[in-house]
């Protein structure tokens, strides 16, 4: 087991949250300006705040039972089946009509990054590298790679609601995908020992930061995917700017 301190358990939750909720802002304030009306909307960001929020206290429990805590060739290697099986139902549930018209709103290129925000909530990552609980060769590109992407998520934001940077997003995106991808491969090699490190990334498999991996990731996976299919759509010519963060919802 891995003891970690009360106040990475409370940043690590804190992140969590924040990925859920403000995907369900964000939802929300595109389907009423998808002209959905505020009841729908209402409904939209309920059904994803069910969605969202019951995967995450079901891996949280399969965590617990030490399900995800498995070595390759001796059972179901279940977090790599999380989070492909989680991003799998999110992409799938981005087509339901609905949601499809949510996301395809005027302005959701630059709503879209905001989640991304709070990806600054790797610092976790450093900090238990510090107290000896993860390796380096995966706490520091995870840990560093969020940050980095966390920063630059509100200014890829910002420069796409006033009707620019639509390159600098998509290279924005393009980053935060391959970082993510990096933190799953190294969080697979050196949590299933396939290379041998002291401390492994076993850690990553007990709460709390099992969360990350199994409900954060995929989450922030589909909406890259669904940021660059955005922005692939927007058209290119200025647009107004849009609200901050805390308006998102308007």
């Known amino acids: 087991m891995y003891e970690l301190p009360a106040y990475l358990w409370a940043a690590t939750i804190t992140e969590i949250t924040a990925f859920l909720a403000v995907t369900c802002i964000v939802l929300y304030g ?21 969605v969202l929020g ?18 390759l060739g001796h059972g179901v290697p279940w977090t790599p089946v999380a989070v492909l099986g989680f991003l799998g139902l999110l992409l799938a549930l981005s087509q339901i009509p609905a949601v499809a018209r949510a996301l395809a709103a005027p302005g959701m290129a630059s709503r879209l990054e905001y989640p991304q925000v709070f990806r600054v909530g790797g610092v976790v990552f450093l900090i238990a590298m510090a107290l000896h609980h993860l390796p380096a060769v995966f706490a520091l590109p995870a840990g560093l ?16 609601a006033r ?12 980053f935060g995908l391959a970082d993510l991808v990096t933190a799953l491969t190294l969080g697979a090699l050196t949590g299933y020992q396939l ?3 002291t401390p492994s990334a076993a ?11 199994t409900v954060g990731v995929p ?8 940021s660059v299919r ?17 308006d998102v919802a308007a």
């Open 203 to 213: 850690a990553l498999s007990e709460l709390p930061l099992a969360l990350v991996p």
């Open 30 to 50: 595109g389907a009423k300006r998808a002209g959905l009306g505020a009841g729908r909307a209402a409904l939209l960001a309920g059904g994803a705040a069910a």
């Open 145 to 160: 790679g969020d940050i980095a992407a966390g920063i630059a998520a509100p200014l890829a934001a910002r420069q796409l």
């Open 54 to 71: 019951g995967w995450c206290a079901a891996s949280a429990v399969i965590a617990d039972h030490g399900w995800y805590h498995s070595r």
């Open 230 to 246: 955005a922005l692939h759509r927007a058209p290119r010519a200025p647009q107004p700017a849009a609200a901050p963060l805390a």
């Open 195 to 197: 290379i041998h490190v």
């Open 219 to 226: 989450l922030l996976l589909a909406l890259h995917i669904t």
């Open 163 to 174: 009707g620019t940077g639509r390159r600098a997003a998509l290279w924005f995106n393009a």
